[in-house]
């Protein structure tokens, strides 16, 4: 499925906000270790198992997961990576269960930290949207924080409320597919004509982790996300800065679907992730990507070398693969690679994150061309191609 010029839309405000706590990776990662071997140390109730499982896991993290060199920091609300006072803790009690609390306690948390961060976000809105459209893939429920502000503050007559939600770090091209569904069709809005579109993403990703599973997949999984909220706005077209967005598409790559999944378990939400997913992406991505110039009415061999590309940083390796397969500078992924080293994989608030520094960073000039690439479970490759402005 494909957008062409005459679905051209623009987004722009972006407006981040961070969560509560902000942890350093190294601190970050000596707390994993310490989880890991509290929960074994639980599970099997051997004495003195504890620091000794500590120092052999210390070791497989080093190893495999993303080095403070990689990731800086990372974002979370929860206060539980600040300390081991494991009965102190919101979710991770690990004294009590090896796995942490389940999965109500988490939604409940989700519930809470969501349901302020749309009052912090709106708490100045004097006009609110005509469509609100909430992105997440780390909580649900009914009805959800969007739906609470915009029954508490009134906006039930002129506000729409839609949710795109379980699809992962891609999610933020579908939600733009939708806004440009509504942006084009002004007859179905609820309220005044020319009203703005909100898109806004609150993933809580470090909910769920599963200090009990010690497989390096999973240490890999759970050194790299963090927590991100992030909304911005979405017309049919605007003057103000940011970015027109000439063209969409997506793909489901073949005999994939086990390479990446992302599921509701009794504690929390387990992401399988396999080896070749980068592979597999860079095998794909030269004809995805001249597919979706083509969409603008453009040629990728005559544009590459002057492209900003915002590449989802779902890892280090993703984005050493995609400039490598397309023979890019680091210059030309070096937003994706800052964004991830500041604030680790937010999920779908990652991308916003990017595009919202593209179109601040003054080295990226105005009429500069801007391709937007993202990966997530299918094998799901999403993209977009957009102009600064």
Not at 119 to 137: F, K, M, N, Q
Not at 159 to 186: E, K, Q
Request: proline share 5%; glycine share 8%.
């Amino acid at each position: 499925m494909g957008v062409g010029p005459s679905g051209e839309i623009w987004i722009g405000d972006f407006r981040p906000q961070r969560p509560r706590f902000t942890i350093k990776q190294e601190q970050s990662l000596a707390w994993l270790a310490a989880a890991h071997a509290r929960a074994e140390w639980t599970r099997t109730n051997q004495v003195g198992l504890s620091e000794s499982f500590r120092e052999r896991l210390e070791k497989v993290i080093h190893r495999v997961c993303c080095a403070p060199s990689q990731i800086a920091s990372r974002g979370s609300e929860l206060s539980d990576f600040e300390h081991t006072r494991w009965n102190e803790m919101a979710i991770y009690r690990l004294d009590e269960n090896p796995q942490g609390r389940g999965m109500r306690a988490r939604t409940e948390f989700f519930a809470n930290a969501v349901a302020n961060y749309f009052d912090r976000a709106y708490a100045e809105e004097v006009e609110p949207p005509g469509d609100l459209i909430h992105v997440t893939c780390t909580g649900y429920l009914s009805p959800s924080g969007a739906q609470r502000l915009v029954a508490r503050r009134g906006f039930s007559d002129r506000t729409r409320v839609t949710h795109a939600y379980h699809m992962g770090c891609y999610a933020a091209f579908p939600a733009l597919r939708i806004a440009g569904g509504f942006a084009h069709s002004p007859s179905s809005f609820r309220s005044h004509a020319g009203a703005r579109i909100d898109i806004a993403h609150t993933e809580l990703c470090t909910l769920h982790l599963d200090p009990s599973q010690h497989s390096p997949e999973q240490l890999v999984v759970q050194s790299l996300f963090a927590d991100g909220y992030i909304r911005y706005s979405v017309a049919q077209a605007s003057d103000r800065p940011g970015l027109k967005v000439l063209a969409l598409d997506e793909a489901i790559l073949p005999d994939s679907t086990a390479s990446m999944s992302w599921m509701c378990s009794e504690w929390g939400m387990q992401m399988t992730l396999a080896r070749d997913v980068p592979e597999r992406i860079a095998k794909a991505l030269l004809l995805f990507l001249r597919r979706l110039y083509a969409r603008a009415g453009l040629d990728l061999a005559e544009r590459r070398s002057e492209t900003f590309f915002a590449v989802h940083p779902g890892g280090p390796k993703i984005i050493d693969r995609v400039r490598d397969v397309l023979e890019l500078s680091e210059a030309q992924v070096s937003m994706s690679r800052e964004v991830l080293r500041r604030f680790g994989n937010m999920s779908s608030a990652t991308l916003p994150h990017v595009w919202g520094e593209l179109v601040a960073a003054p080295e990226v000039p105005t009429g500069s061309i801007v391709a937007s690439l993202a990966f997530g479970p299918g094998l799901t490759v999403c993209g977009a191609l957009m102009v600064k402005q």
